[in-house]
């Protein structure tokens, strides 16, 4: 299996939200002054590129100018080959694709989100994944932007009359992402997520595409992954220049 196919959905995908350089046609950067995680404020690389030290540098002037910490994100058979001076451990990101078909939950309801729910698919999102608020204005305007992406497919699940899950799809020329899955934490263990990921699926089936997450490793969602019939594919090793909780 080609990764890139994978990483390339990844990258578009995140490249709505955070700054995106090339730093040749393989080693990719991304930084945000915005969102902090290493998912925004890392160096990462396509299968078989040739790394790296001298790109380091450059990257990091540019991720800690966003007051940000920087990362590396390693394909774990690299581990033995790239060596970081100054970095450690600090998560794995996995990448799992679906193998079987999905039950849903038939009181769960899955509509893609169109600009008069755009307010509610910001809030249960930061809701889910920040507990707060305060990055509203920064997704609002983001979200706005994706409402226009014609690769782009933004859902939120109701239950009853209430918005209490969030997703969205990116479709690339050979697979489909589905990213920011979410739900309302006193909505969960009622189908929610399962509900979006099976709609993901039905979606990628239609198209006749494999269906893709990533999802990290300290998130502890990977079990909830497989017991749904995603497998993993392979993982890249997150390495982070003084990490914070070192
Ligand atoms: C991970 C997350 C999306 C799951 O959302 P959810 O809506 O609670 O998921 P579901 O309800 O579909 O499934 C959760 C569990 O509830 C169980 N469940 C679902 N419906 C149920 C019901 N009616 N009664 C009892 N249990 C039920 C499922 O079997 C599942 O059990 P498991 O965890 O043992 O596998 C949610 O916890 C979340 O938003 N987390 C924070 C954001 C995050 O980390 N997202 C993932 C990014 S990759």
């Known amino acids: 299996m080609n990764k890139s196919v994978f990483e390339l959905n990844e990258i578009e995908w995140w490249s709505n939200w955070c700054t995106l350089e090339w730093l040749n046609d393989s080693v990719y950067l991304f930084h945000s002054n915005v969102f902090k995680e290493e998912l925004f404020n890392r160096v990462g ?3 078989g590129a040739n790394l790296l030290p001298n790109f380091l540098e450059l990257a990091e002037q540019k991720i800690e100018k966003e007051g940000a910490c920087p990362s590396v994100f390693v394909f774990k058979e690299d581990k033995e080959r ?3 001076k100054d970095y450690k451990l600090t998560d794995e990101l996995i990448v799992m694709t679906l193998r079987q078909k999905i039950n849903g939950f ?3 309801t899955i509509e893609q989100t169109t600009q008069d729910k755009i307010d509610e698919w910001c809030k249960v999102y930061l ?4 507990g707060e608020l305060s ?3 920064h ?4 979200l706005n932007k994706l409402l226009e992406n014609p690769h782009v497919q933004l859902l939120h699940a109701t239950l009853g009359n209430f918005v209490v899950g969030v997703s969205a799809l990116y479709e690339s020329k050979e697979c489909v992402g589905v990213y920011c899955v979410g739900t309302l934490p006193e909505f969960r263990r009622k189908g929610v997520a399962t509900s979006i990921l099976k709609h993901a699926s039905e979606h990628a ?5 494999p269906l893709v997450l990533q999802t990290f490793l300290a998130d502890g969602v990977q079990k909830f ?5 995603f497998v993993k594919v392979y993982s890249k090793l997150v390495y982070t220049k003084n990490p914070r909780f070192a």
Do not use: C, D, H, P
């Open 82 to 84: 790239i060596k970081l």
């Open 127 to 130: 809701k889910a994944f920040y």
């Open 45 to 47: 690389y396509l299968q």
């Open 225 to 229: 992954y497989e017991e749904r019939g």
């Open 205 to 209: 089936e239609n198209l006749g595409k």
């Open 135 to 137: 990055l509203y204005k």
């Open 139 to 142: 997704v609002y305007t983001i």
């Open 106 to 108: 038939s009181q769960v």
